[in-house]
Antibody, heavy 115, light 110 residues
Framework: VQLVESGGGVVQPGKSLILSCAAS????????MHWVRQAPGKGLEWVAV????????YYADSMKGRFTISRDNSENTLYLQMNSLRAEDTAVYYC?????????WGLGTMVTVSS | QAGLTQPPSVSKDLRQTATLTCTGN????????AAWLQQHQGHPPKLLSD???KRPSGISERFSASRSGNTASLTITGLQVEDEADYYC???????????FGGGTKLTVL
């Protein structure tokens, strides 16, 4: 059972970035999935959730309208489209599986927003 | 979105018992329960207890979770050096349709 995030990097303020999370070892299409982020030296911050079939999506207020969560169950992949990035979006972004809670986590991918 | 409230730090002696608390409200901890996660520096979080206070496979029995009203607790018995970490609680807020995290408690084992 594994989650592997990718797509992080250094991006200028106002630009966009797409993160991916490749799932393996379990039936990806059966699980609700999340993105959670952690700014350097700070605590965990929930970003967004998507239901197993992609129908239901919810976002943290500070990300609503700028971030879009999506999934491709045929490719066992979770995505996070991030637009209008700000310095305060700098963080490690984790994807996590939900089974009554966040039971499986990836290692994370670092996003740095800086000019 | 107000988060859950956790004490920033707790210090306990080796082999003693630590109880970490997490306070929310009736829309999150009170009716949805809280999960507990452990995070060591430089590593992703690890689930210690789910919203039903159940430990995932492989988690030591020294970790036990409970809830009373809007406050969830994580009790760690027989503290060991490797228990020194950051501990986070998290809950689904059924009113706001968001997940909320506590600010985390840094546990120091003396």
């Amino acid at each position: 059972v594994q989650l592997v995030e990718s797509g992080g990097g250094v991006v200028q303020p106002g630009k966009s970035l797409i993160l991916s999370c490749a799932a393996s070892g379990f039936t990806f299409s059966s699980y609700t999935m999340h993105w959670v982020r952690q700014a350097p030296g700070k605590g965990l911050e929930w970003v967004a959730v998507i239901s197993y079939n992609g129908v239901f999506k919810y976002y943290a207020d500070s990300m609503k309208g700028r971030f879009t969560i999506s999934r491709d169950n045929s490719e066992n992949t979770l995505y996070l489209q991030m637009n209008s990035l700000r310095a305060e979006d700098t963080a490690v972004y984790y994807c996590a599986r939900e089974f009554s809670a966040f039971d499986i986590w990836g290692l994370g991918t670092m996003v740095t927003v800086s000019s | 979105q107000a988060g859950l409230t956790q004490p920033p730090s707790v210090s306990k002696d080796l082999r003693q018992t630590a109880t970490l608390t997490c306070t929310g409200n009736s829309n999150n901890v009170g009716n949805q329960g809280a999960a507990w996660l452990q995070q060591h520096q430089g590593h992703p979080p690890k689930l210690l207890s789910d919203r039903k206070n159940k430990r995932p496979s492989g988690i030591s029995e020294r970790f036990s979770a409970s809830r009373s009203g809007n406050t969830a607790s994580l009790t760690i018995t027989g503290l060991q050096v490797e228990d020194e970490a950051d501990y986070y609680c998290s809950a689904w807020d059924s009113s706001l349709n968001v997940w909320v995290f506590g600010g985390g408690t840094k546990l120091t084992v003396l």
